[in-house]
């Protein structure tokens, strides 16, 4: 059910749980305050209970009032890319009421949003909102509240429509406690070239996949319920009638016309040259390998480059790929 902004600040006040449109993926929410609505959210997600899960503020000050403090680094990351796509590690405050959120943790994943909508409805409900990606746990992140429906639609008290997401992968999630580093611990749109940008002093450090920091790393992760596959080279494609390849615009370019490439559904990923469109349409389209009449799904291996965004989605196909 698609409901308005109004409805979705009324239903989180009720403890109740709703899909909210933000610039990465979407999100869903519930009340970071009410240990019954973060335990529905785990419960809805089938989320495993040490996964603790990310809030959202509107400000700053209110980030400040449940947090140890904001760290010098953190505070300057976040002038140049709050609101906005980037996660910040904080220590939290004594008795913090967010620890249900965090599953007991001292350390709160805090993120701005900057997508309009969600950041109105932060602002008219002012508690902080618990909100994980909107999608069954170690399934595709959605990007639309169509994806959002097709998957919990008839678990959750509705969705509100905030079109396509912009950016269309998670958040980067980046460590900026200490004075003398910077560590990036899930890549995403903004990451060590925009940091050095602003701060060519600092050292950048990408630990991406560290499971002791953050425990969603340790499970398969945005993968479709069709398997899907990396391959080197389209020869490793044995007789498959089935299945579909997905590759990007470069790389359907430079076959030459193959039967065995006719016999399958090919999958363009969009180029090379336009990542932010790769990533924006990346899970849309790995979720509809699900509505084909295929058994097998097939990345075609691509070095994706060293920009953030590059990283990004190499990160996010490791994690999506079956072993064959
Ligand atoms: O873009 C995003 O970040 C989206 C939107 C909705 O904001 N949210 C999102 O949440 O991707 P989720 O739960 O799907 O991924 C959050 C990751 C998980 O791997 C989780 O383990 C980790 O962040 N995480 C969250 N809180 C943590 C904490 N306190 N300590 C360590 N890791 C944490
Ligand atoms: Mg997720």
Same mark, same amino acid.
Not at 125 to 130: E, K, L, R, S
Not at 167 to 176: M, T
Not at 180 to 187: F, G, T, V, W, Y
């Given at each position: 059910?698609?409901?308005?902004?109004?409805?979705?600040? %009324?239903?989180?006040?009720?403890?109740?749980?709703?899909?909210?449109?933000?610039?990465?993926?979407?999100?869903?929410?519930?009340?970071?305050?009410?240990?019954?609505?973060?335990?529905?959210?785990?419960?809805?997600?089938?989320?495993?209970?040490?996964?603790?899960?990310?809030?959202?503020?509107?400000?700053? #000050?209110?980030?400040?009032?449940?947090?140890?403090?904001?760290?010098?680094?953190?505070?300057?990351?976040?002038?140049?890319?709050?609101?906005?796509?980037?996660?910040?590690?904080?220590?939290?405050?004594?008795?913090?009421?967010?620890?249900?959120?965090?599953?007991?943790?001292?350390?709160?994943?805090?993120?701005?949003?900057?997508? /309009?909508?969600? =950041?109105?409805?932060?602002?008219?409900?002012?508690?902080?909102?618990?909100?994980?990606?909107?999608?069954?746990?170690?399934?595709?992140?959605?990007?639309?509240?169509?994806?959002?429906?097709?998957?919990?639609?008839?678990?959750? /008290?509705? *969705?509100?429509?905030?079109?396509?997401?912009?950016?269309?992968?998670?958040?980067?999630?980046?460590?900026?406690?200490?004075?003398?580093?910077?560590?990036?611990?899930?890549?995403?749109? *903004?990451?060590?070239? !925009?940091?050095? %940008?602003?701060?060519?002093?600092?050292?950048?450090?990408?630990?991406?996949?560290?499971?002791?920091?953050?425990?969603?790393?340790?499970? +398969?992760?945005?993968?479709?319920?069709?398997?899907?596959?990396?391959?080197?080279?389209?020869?490793?494609?044995?007789? !498959?009638?089935?299945?579909?390849?997905?590759?990007?615009?470069?790389?359907? /370019?430079?076959?030459? #016309?193959?039967?065995?490439?006719? +016999?399958?559904?090919?999958?363009?990923?969009?180029?090379?040259?336009?990542?932010?469109?790769?990533?924006?349409?990346?899970?849309? +389209? =790995?979720?509809?390998?699900?509505?084909?009449?295929?058994?097998?799904?097939?990345?075609?291996?691509?070095?994706?480059?060293?920009?953030?965004?590059?990283?990004?989605?190499?990160?996010?196909?490791?994690?999506? *790929?079956?072993?064959?």
């Amino acid at each position: 059910m698609r409901i308005n902004p109004e409805d979705a600040v %009324k239903l989180l006040k009720a403890g109740k749980v709703v899909a909210v449109p933000t610039e990465t993926v979407y999100g869903l929410a519930a009340d970071a305050l009410s240990p019954a609505a973060v335990a529905r959210v785990f419960e809805i997600k089938k989320r495993p209970s040490d996964n603790p899960l990310i809030c959202h503020f509107h400000s700053r #000050a209110q980030v400040k009032k449940y947090v140890r403090k904001i760290s010098l680094f953190s505070e300057r990351l976040m002038d140049h890319f709050s609101p906005g796509p980037v996660s910040y590690m904080l220590d939290l405050s004594e008795d913090s009421p967010l620890r249900f959120a965090t599953c007991g943790s001292q350390q709160v994943i805090v993120r701005i949003p900057s997508h /309009e909508t969600f =950041l109105e409805i932060l602002r008219q409900f002012d508690h902080p909102v618990a909100a994980p990606s909107a999608n069954t746990s170690g399934g595709v992140s959605p990007t639309s509240a169509a994806m959002v429906e097709l998957d919990l639609g008839d678990q959750i /008290e509705g *969705v509100v429509d905030g079109g396509s997401s912009q950016v269309g992968i998670e958040s980067s999630i980046i460590d900026a406690r200490s004075d003398n580093e910077i560590i990036i611990l899930r890549p995403g749109a *903004v990451g060590k070239d !925009e940091i050095q %940008k602003f701060f060519p002093e600092i050292r950048v450090t990408e630990k991406m996949n560290n499971e002791s920091v953050t425990p969603g790393s340790r499970y +398969r992760h945005y993968a479709p319920r069709t398997p899907v596959y990396l391959i080197g080279d389209i020869n490793e494609l044995e007789n !498959e009638i089935k299945a579909a390849l997905l590759l990007t615009v470069e790389q359907l /370019e430079s076959f030459p #016309a193959s039967t065995k490439l006719k +016999r399958i559904k090919l999958i363009p990923l969009g180029s090379m040259k336009a990542l932010d469109e790769v990533a924006q349409n990346f899970y849309h +389209r =790995l979720s509809s390998l699900d509505s084909m009449e295929i058994d097998n799904a097939f990345i075609l291996k691509q070095h994706w480059g060293s920009s953030s965004l590059g990283k990004a989605l190499q990160n996010r196909i490791e994690k999506i *790929v079956s072993k064959r």
